[in-house]
């Protein structure tokens, strides 16, 4: 071995066990962080951050309700929510109580004795879950749902070709990448999963074209797969006549209809579930992210007793490890139980109306001169720039005023604010206030004719921000 491993194992865990750090310490783990980034991560992920970021080297270290802390002290109101997980907050205290009381006991299951949270937490989403949607399996991660619900669906109606949206994101494993639509995701990776079509999203028109399409060539599709909002896409909230039309076209051409929650689940939206807005019952549900409560990895798929039929006979043709695990459904109940008591849906609908009035007053000044429009449903809120330079600055700006932001995926233009649910008014005033004095410098720092004209062609932006654009965002 290079180096005595269990020494270094050691220091690791006495660091894991401190709460503070003295200055020496501070200054040991940023310099060993940024090190291993570079030599054992990925160094593109640093030239990521000092192209986005003042302070590329902030190490986190530390998080509670609706902030997090760096190593050196400095708090950040999270309006990322890290891509939307931290619904009911950091830590929120019954979550991890639920957690730390599980671990005290059991920890992982045996896989073969019957283990009572998992049983427990199907029923909870069976009573919680729109229409007849009954049976549940658990995951760990969203991607690993959407999968789930793709075997499920070419498994109860034989057929393999799926429907999925152009700007939806679905995940980077290989079968949900097939469904997520961005070239620079998915073309290192082609051919994938086979007869994905993709159509332009809120567009019936298309769909039914497409259904019709398939079904006279004999490929008739298996699913249509779509998030109820674009999240990735850049926040794109259809017509309220689109999912009841997405339903009836299902149910015309005998496609299942799968609700990709994994964003937009769990309150986000101001409901539980977002497909709620426009009362649709989907014939599977998926769930990730916000599903863990932000303290465990978790997630989970839901279908009917009709769609489940075909695994009655063989519960082992779909299995998973650590999946649906004691202490991912110790969170997840405590997550739900959360939600419901504090009324964090209706919480998202109130915080979210008066968050994206503020921004649409605040961005007034410099649209559509540096800023397209404010636009979401309940906390997931989008602001979508004139160009992409923009963005970045406004970006960097709001870190350097203590507020987290970050791009969406699959629409570089447009940064997401999505905090926790739990955020509170006075920090919301604070993001506002951030928000106006960095467009405020940034339109002061540009070309008196911009403030006069629109945009008419992208400001140049520099090379590394170009890379990120084509390789990562």
């Known amino acids: 071995m290079k180096t005595d491993l269990v020494q270094q194992t050691q220091n690791i865990l006495n660091l894991i066990a401190k709460r503070d750090l003295d200055d020496d310490e501070k200054k040991q783990l940023i310099t060993e962080t940024v090190d291993n980034f570079n030599e054992y991560i990925n160094p593109g992920?640093?030239?990521?951050?000092?192209?986005?970021?003042?302070?590329?080297?902030?190490?986190?270290?530390?998080?509670?309700?609706?902030?997090?802390?760096?190593v050196k002290g400095v708090e950040y109101i999270d309006c990322l929510g890290g891509y939307g997980i931290y619904n009911v907050g950091h830590?929120?205290?019954?979550?991890?109580?639920?957690?730390?009381?599980?671990?005290?006991?059991?920890?992982?299951?045996?896989?073969?004795?019957?283990?009572?949270?998992?049983?427990?937490?199907?029923?909870?989403?069976?009573?919680?879950?729109p229409g007849n949607l009954k049976y549940a399996f658990f995951t760990n991660s969203g991607t690993e749902s959407v999968?789930?619900?793709?075997?499920?669906?070419?498994?109860?109606?034989?057929?393999?070709?799926?429907?999925?949206?152009?700007?939806?994101?679905h995940g980077k494993s290989l079968g949900s990448l097939s469904a997520t639509s961005k070239a620079v995701?998915?073309?290192p990776f082609l051919p994938s999963l086979h007869n994905m079509r993709h159509i332009p999203f809120n567009d019936l028109t298309a769909l039914e074209q497409t259904l019709s399409c398939l079904q006279f060539t004999g490929d008739d599709a298996a699913a249509v797969l779509l998030e109820p909002i674009l999240g990735e896409g850049g926040v794109i909230v259809p017509s309220d006549d689109y999912f009841p039309g997405v339903r009836r076209l299902c149910d015309k051409y005998g496609a299942l209809l799968i609700a990709d929650e994994?964003?937009?689940?769990?309150?986000?939206?101001?409901?539980?579930?977002?497909?709620?807005?426009?009362?649709?019952?989907?014939?599977?549900?998926?769930?990730?992210?916000?599903?863990?409560?932000?303290?465990?990895?978790?997630?989970?798929?839901?279908?009917t007793?009709?769609?489940?039929?075909?695994?009655?006979?063989?519960?082992?043709?779909?299995?998973?490890?650590?999946?649906?695990?004691?202490?991912?459904c110790a969170a997840a109940i405590a997550t739900i139980n959360v939600i419901l008591e504090?009324?964090?849906?209706?919480?998202?609908?109130?915080?979210?109306?008066?968050?994206?009035?503020?921004l649409k007053s605040t961005i007034k000044p410099y649209t559509p001169q540096l800023i397209v429009e404010a636009r979401g449903k309940g906390l997931l809120i989008a602001l979508e720039f004139a160009d992409t330079d923009i963005g970045f600055r406004v970006s960097k700006g709001l870190f350097r005023e203590k507020v987290l932001v970050?791009?969406?995926?699959?629409?570089?233009?447009?940064i997401r604010i999505e905090p926790p649910l739990t955020i509170t008014l006075e920090q919301v005033d604070n993001v506002i206030n951030a928000l106006g004095k960095v467009l405020k410098e940034i339109a002061s720092e540009l070309k008196p004719q911009l403030l006069s004209e629109p945009i008419s062609k992208p400001l140049p932006i520099n090379i590394l921000q170009q890379t990120v654009l084509s390789r990562q965002l």
């Not at 070419?154 to 939806?168: H, N, S």
């Not at 970050?406 to 447009?414: D, E, Q």
């Open 45 to 70: 992920f640093l030239k990521y951050r000092k192209s986005f970021s003042p302070d590329y080297v902030a190490v986190e270290w530390a998080d509670s309700g609706s902030t997090f802390t760096c």
């Open 91 to 129: 830590r929120h205290p019954k979550v991890v109580k639920a957690v730390t009381d599980q671990l005290n006991r059991q920890a992982l299951h045996s896989q073969e004795l019957l283990d009572p949270l998992r049983g427990y937490l199907a029923k909870i989403l069976a009573d919680l879950a």
């Open 147 to 169: 999968e789930g619900a793709l075997k499920m669906a070419m498994l109860a109606t034989g057929r393999r070709t799926i429907i999925a949206a152009v700007g939806g994101f």
């Open 185 to 187: 995701f998915r073309k």
């Open 262 to 303: 994994v964003q937009t689940g769990m309150g986000r939206t101001g409901k539980m579930f977002c497909v709620e807005h426009w009362n649709v019952e989907p014939d599977i549900l998926c769930l990730g992210k916000a599903f863990g409560g932000g303290i465990m990895p978790a997630g989970a798929f839901m279908g």
């Open 305 to 328: 007793e009709k769609l489940w039929a075909p695994i009655f006979s063989n519960p082992f043709l779909h299995t998973t490890t650590f999946g649906g695990n004691p202490l991912a």
């Open 342 to 358: 504090e009324r964090l849906c209706e919480r998202a609908r109130t915080i979210g109306d008066i968050f994206l009035a503020k």
């Open 406 to 414: 970050a791009g969406t995926l699959v629409n570089a233009k447009t």
